[in-house]
């Protein structure tokens, strides 16, 4: 992957950092786009792209000339009720989760090498499996799963689409679902391997993804949820 151009949106926290700082010890190029940066400051020969992915343009000057791979990392946990959620807070997460997905992939397509390029987004398990209070998270990673499909069959054979559908991850994001080692304890119960999923685990998969050692996988959505999705343990 060494001298190989990834472009990490979101890639400033959580798994999007830990892709990060894997790529970049393959000596891999890398351009993050977020918000902040103070957490990229530890990691040589990064590439920050200021920008807020939901009210922002993207500059396509900003991104390299040609592009191995993107990796859309932002999400969002908006647990509630169905009868408590409003319908700004199913855009919210819509926006967050698909269109910003589709605005930077818009922006980078004309940069994909053929042939070479991957493309990894981010689901969750809650879409394959039902969940409670989930409603308004799982209808836009919905969406997500199938923008994956619909890209890979369109944009194959040339670039390779696929997604990751974790279950909870031990990352700043869910820190108020798993705050005390009581909540890691007993969210980590509900998974038949027992426990929580973690960062590392997750950009592990995506720097698969990535490389050409998945060259003949595309249109999947991959769950990463300890078994969730389909054992009954």
Known sequence: MGNNNYVIVGGSSGIGLKLVEKLVAENANVWVVSRTSDSLQHIPAVTHIPLDVTIDEVDKGDLPDSIDGLVYCPGSINLKPFRSLKSAQFQEDFEINVLGAVKILQTAQRKFKK??????????????QGMPFHASVAASKGAVEGLTRSLAAEWAPNIRVNCIAPSLTNTPMAGRLLSTPEKV??????????????ADEMADLAVFLLSGKSSWITGQVIGVDGGLSTLNI
């Open 185 to 198: 304890e007993l969210s980590g119960n509900r998974h038949p391997l027992k426990r929580v999923g973690t």
């Open 115 to 128: 042939g070479a390029s991957s493309v990894v987004l981010f689901s969750t398990v809650a879409v394959a």
